[in-house]
T-cell receptor
């Protein structure tokens, strides 16, 4: 069985400073991993996905995530926060085993960006 | 953006009444999902479908039923709504292949008084 732990329920940064949202996962297989973002009163939008082709994954809006198998982590980073990055972020792992049809979501990290 | 439409977008109803939420897709994807989102819980899977008339339960399926008579439509029914089912409901779709993500609709905000 797979699981996801988002280590911070709330992260607050100043505009222009780096962002780090932490995620640890557990999976019996080689996982598929995703980060989604949800702005207030909106649906979930895919930020990036890990596909095993490269451990450093680039996503939209300047976000990146690094897959570290030895640490079972998939932390999300951005060099410089923008006010528009304020949202909730979800780390997600698949049940893998060759299919991606079922996902497990972390409980989310709320990112606040201060001016 | 993936073609997913949820209806209605907002609904207020009373305890004990039946409620049906609809998810419509234009992507011809095999898999469709219903999630609920509650503060502190993230998204939890209610039911999912892996084809027409093929459905299975998720982790929070009690009190919910689903139907899929066409590839493009997936219905979620609360037979007798309770206040604990007040939530935001999201539909998602995927083609189910490895490394491919699920794509989400904009959600339905359901309030049961």
């Amino acid at each position: 069985a797979q699981s996801v732990t988002q280590l911070d329920s709330h992260v607050s940064v100043s505009e222009g400073t780096p962002v780090l949202l932490r995620c640890n996962y557990s999976s019996s297989y080689s996982p598929s991993l995703f980060w989604y973002v949800q702005h207030p009163n909106k649906g979930l939008q895919l930020l990036l996905k890990y596909t095993s082709a490269a451990t450093l994954v680039k996503g939209i809006n300047g976000f990146e995530a690094e897959f570290k198998k030895s640490e079972t982590s998939f932390h999300l980073t951005k060099p410089s926060a923008h006010m528009s990055d304020a949202a909730e972020y979800f780390c997600v792992v698949s049940n893998s085993g060759g299919s991606n049809y079922k996902l497990t979501f972390g409980k989310g990290t709320l990112l606040t960006v201060n001016p | 953006d993936a073609g997913i439409t949820q209806s209605p977008r907002h609904k207020v109803t009373e305890t004990g009444t039946p409620v049906t939420l609809r998810c419509h897709q234009t992507e011809n994807h095999r898999y469709m999902y219903w999630y609920r989102q509650d503060p502190g819980h993230g998204l939890r899977l209610i039911h999912y479908s892996y084809g027409v008339k093929d459905t299975d339960k998720g982790e929070v399926s009690d009190g919910y039923s689903v139907s899929r008579s066409k590839t493009e439509d997936f219905l979620l029914t609360l037979e007798s709504a309770t206040s604990s089912q007040t939530s935001v409901y999201f539909c998602a779709i995927s083609d189910g292949t490895y490394y491919q993500p699920q794509h989400f609709g904009d959600g339905t905000r359901l309030s049961i008084l």
